[in-house]
Nanobody, 122 residues
Framework: QVQLVESGGGLVQAGGSLRLSCTAS????????MGWFRQAPGKEREFVGL????????FYANSVKGRFTISRDIAKNTVYAQMNSLKPEDTAVYYC???????????????WGQGTQVTVSS
């Protein structure tokens, strides 16, 4: 059974930092793309960033570029999202996902975590 479990969300003041973790189990994700997405109340789910599980290449949404860094630890089967200089508009439920393609559209991802809430106060 494939599972992605996120953790690390919470409440932080604007300008602060959080690190999200996503631990995978149930299969190997070699060759997969690991994506981070977020969804604020009343808004569509949006792409945040992604990383190649095997090669470690990354790509980010313009809204988070320079502030968020995605990395992975293969030995721990875990993907991270280090979020710095957080803004109130970053408030959302953050999801990690695994997919077979290097894409930013959330509908193309096969496996999803349950989400973790990030709230940034002004």
């Amino acid at each position: 059974q494939v599972q992605l479990v996120e953790s690390g969300g919470g409440l932080v003041q604007a300008g602060g930092s959080l690190r999200l973790s996503c631990t995978a189990s149930g299969r190997t994700f070699s060759g997969y793309t690991m994506g981070w997405f977020r969804q604020a109340p009343g808004k569509e789910r949006e792409f945040v960033g992604l990383i190649s599980w095997s090669g470690g290449s990354t790509f980010y949404a313009n809204s988070v570029k320079g502030r968020f860094t995605i990395s992975r630890d293969i030995a721990k089967n875990t993907v991270y999202a280090q979020m710095n200089s957080l803004k109130p508009e970053d408030t959302a439920v953050y999801y990690c996902a695994a997919g077979r393609f290097w894409v930013t559209t959330w509908t193309d991802y096969d496996y999803w975590g349950q989400g973790t809430q990030v709230t940034v106060s002004s």
